[in-house]
Each structure stands twice: as C-alpha cells, then as structure tokens.
C-alpha cells in the first residue's frame, strides 16, 4: 500500500498547476485517439465517428449529431453513407439516391432539393451510419471552428 501512496503524491505533485492542466489535456488526446482506433479496428473503417456539420439531413441527422460508421462497401439505394468528396475537407454524411451500372453512387442529402452534383467512387465511402447520439458531435465542431482545423 505504502508504494501506491508513493505513486499518488508524486502524481500529485507532477499534475498540479498549469503543468497539470496541459498533462491532462494530452492524456484526454491519447485516450481519445486510442478509443477511435480501437473502434475503428472493431468497426471495419478508419471513420468509426463523424459529426454532423450541416443541416443537409435533417430531419434524419441534426447538425451537431454524432454518428457511429461501420465499414460495409454493400451498399443499396437508401442507405446512409459517410464518404469522402471533392467539396468538401470533411466526411459527408448522405443518403445513397442511386448506384449507376459502373458502381459509381449518387448521393442526396435529406433536406436538400436536389442529387449532389458529383458522382464517388466506393473507395471513398468509409461506410454505414448505424448510430445517431444527439448533440455529441458538437464537441468536435466547435473544437474544428475554434482551432481552423475544419
């Protein structure tokens, strides 16, 4: 017991003050960044979460949300997709619309009017959406807007 005691005062003392705060902040990083590997090994797709940046599928997806992405290329007409486009430096996340007879997938967000004007190739979808949880996604938006990473 005497050696955990050891332990916990000299964590202590190498956590207080603003050196703790920037220990604890690169901790936080390494444990989130660990968490999306594993999830991401487990899932079969190396964008096991995305966050809902806009409004283009709402009512089914709400800015701000988080989604769960499993890695599965069997896709049909109907399927909620994250992929990656030309327009964009993120994921998007929309609706398959069609699948043209050479594989490529026309997509659509909900809310929107119209087919997105480009057609992807099954190599940059990262996979399925099975999961919604409301709200989470806003951490990573608000972390992407304050550091310009987005």
Same mark, same amino acid.
């Given at each position: 017991?005497?050696?955990?005691?050891?332990?916990?005062?000299?964590? %202590?003392?190498? #956590?207080?003050?603003w050196k703790g #705060?920037?220990? =604890?902040?690169?901790?936080?990083?390494?444990?989130? =960044?660990? &968490?999306?590997?594993?999830?991401? &090994?487990?899932?079969? #797709?190396?964008? $096991?979460?995305?966050?809902?940046? !806009?409004? !283009?599928?709402? $009512?089914? *997806?709400?800015?701000? %949300?988080?989604?769960?992405?499993v890695g599965d290329?069997?896709?049909?007409?109907? %399927?909620?997709?994250?992929?990656? !486009?030309?327009?964009?430096? *993120?994921?998007?996340?929309?609706?398959? =619309?069609?699948?043209?007879?050479?594989?490529?997938?026309? #997509?659509?967000?909900?809310?929107?009017? !119209?087919?997105? $004007?480009?057609?992807?190739?099954?190599?940059?979808?990262?996979?399925?959406?099975?999961?919604?949880? $409301?709200?989470?996604?806003?951490?990573?938006?608000? &972390?992407?807007?304050?550091?310009?990473?987005?």
């Amino acid at each position: 017991m005497n050696h955990l005691a050891g332990l916990k005062k000299k964590w %202590d003392k190498l #956590t207080e003050g603003w050196k703790g #705060t920037i220990i =604890y902040i690169v901790l936080g990083f390494l444990i989130a =960044y660990g &968490f999306n590997a594993a999830l991401g &090994f487990a899932l079969n #797709t190396d964008t $096991p979460v995305v966050a809902v940046f !806009s409004e !283009s599928m709402v $009512p089914t *997806y709400n800015k701000g %949300d988080m989604i769960i992405v499993v890695g599965d290329k069997n896709l049909s007409i109907g %399927d909620v997709v994250v992929f990656d !486009s030309p327009a964009r430096s *993120y994921p998007i996340i929309h609706r398959v =619309y069609n699948i043209t007879e050479d594989g490529k997938i026309l #997509t659509k967000g909900d809310n929107n009017r !119209s087919v997105d $004007p480009w057609k992807t190739d099954l190599s940059l979808v990262h996979g399925k959406s099975v999961l919604r949880i $409301p709200l989470l996604g806003w951490v990573k938006i608000i &972390f992407t807007k304050t550091t310009g990473l987005a």
